[in-house]
Structure formats: structure tokens, C-alpha cells
């Protein structure tokens, strides 16, 4: 449930997310909504998932960054990420999907995969439709509200991000 979208250029990385929270098969209307798109120590990191998941990941990223911006580097931080959450959970497994945006790149998570967004990328219930709308060059915000629209399991409001690409 949710949707995370990304789109690189040459001079910026854009993200964005919606902000539906459920619990069980209730979702939670008119309160403080739960952020699955945060920056935080330097990283943009938008989370689809569990909550529990994406809470330990930004407990963890508050305190320790990739060591550089690139595949091999992401997938590390994330093999620390599991060794760190199996001491705090005694879990070692990855749940959620991310997108992190770091040091003007962006990478797309899903267990053990890694990959550099070149273009755009979308995760969650909503990313059909939010990459149909990047596909025809919509930027993520409208990509987003496209999600909203059509999936029961996307909500406004928009979160957004943007990080400027320097030297590229």
C-alpha cells in the first residue's frame, strides 16, 4: 500500500510519495500521518512496506551513511542494515522496497537487489500507474496524484523532495 516515485535528470533527482497509513484494514484519516518519504543524515529515503521496517531503516540511516553513491556501496550499507536489525529484532530479513537518494543518485531496493535509477522508478500499490504517468513525462508530483486517483491503496497528500545534481 502506498506508491514512491523517482525521476533523474541531469540536474536533480525529484522523489515523491503519498501518505496513506493503514493499520489492519483501517486507515488512518485526519491524524499525523506516518512519513514513507523522509530525508534524513544526508539520504532521501522513501519506503514501501511495513512501518516497523521503514522506522528501523530511518533509526539506522540517522546514524550511518552509505560510503559512497553507487551500487556495490548501497548494497552494503544494506547488508548493514540487516546485521543491525537482526541484533535489535533478532529478524534478518528485508521487507520493504526503497528508493534512497544519496549524494545526487538514486538506487532502487528490493531485497538483495540493487540498482542506479537512471530515469524514473516507482514502487508500491500505486507504480503502474505513477510510471504510466512518468512514462508520458509527467513529473513525480503529478505522478503521485495519478496513483491517488486511480489506487484504493494510494493517499494524498504528496510528499516531496528534491536534491540538485552538482558537476554532472
Known amino acids: 500500500m502506498s506508491v514512491v516515485c523517482c525521476r533523474v535528470t541531469s ?19 485526519g491524524k ?10 544526508d539520504i532521501i529515503l522513501g519506503s514501501v512496506g511495513s512501518a516497523e521496517e521503514v522506522s ?21 550499507f544494506l547488508v548493514d542494515f540487516l546485521d543491525w536489525k537482526k541484533k535489535q529484532t533478532d529478524k534478518y530479513e528485508l521487507n520493504n522496497a526503497y ?7 538514486a538506487f532502487y531496493l528490493e531485497g538483495f537487489f540493487v540498482k ?4 524514473y522508478e516507482a514502487i508500491g500499490a500505486g507504480m503502474d500507474y505513477a ?7 509527467h513529473d513525480v508530483k503529478k505522478a503521485v496524484e495519478t496513483a491517488c ?20
Open 11 to 29: 540536474k536533480k533527482v525529484e522523489i515523491a510519495s503519498d501518505s496513506i497509513t493503514v493499520r489492519g484494514w483501517t486507515q488512518e484519516k
Open 131 to 137: 510510471l504510466s504517468a512518468l512514462y508520458l513525462g
Open 99 to 105: 528508493i534512497i537518494v544519496f549524494a545526487g543518485k
Open 56 to 76: 528501523l531503516m530511518q533509526l539506522f540511516c540517522a546514524t550511518r551513511k552509505p560510503e559512497a553513491a553507487s551500487e556495490s556501496r548501497i548494497l552494503n
Open 32 to 41: 499525523d500521518k506516518f512519513a514513507k518519504l523522509v530525508e534524513i543524515n
Open 149 to 168: 486517483e486511480l489506487s484504493i491503496l494510494c493517499e494524498k497528500p504528496v510528499i516531496y523532495f528534491k536534491q540538485e545534481i552538482s558537476g554532472r
Open 116 to 119: 542506479e535509477i537512471l530515469t
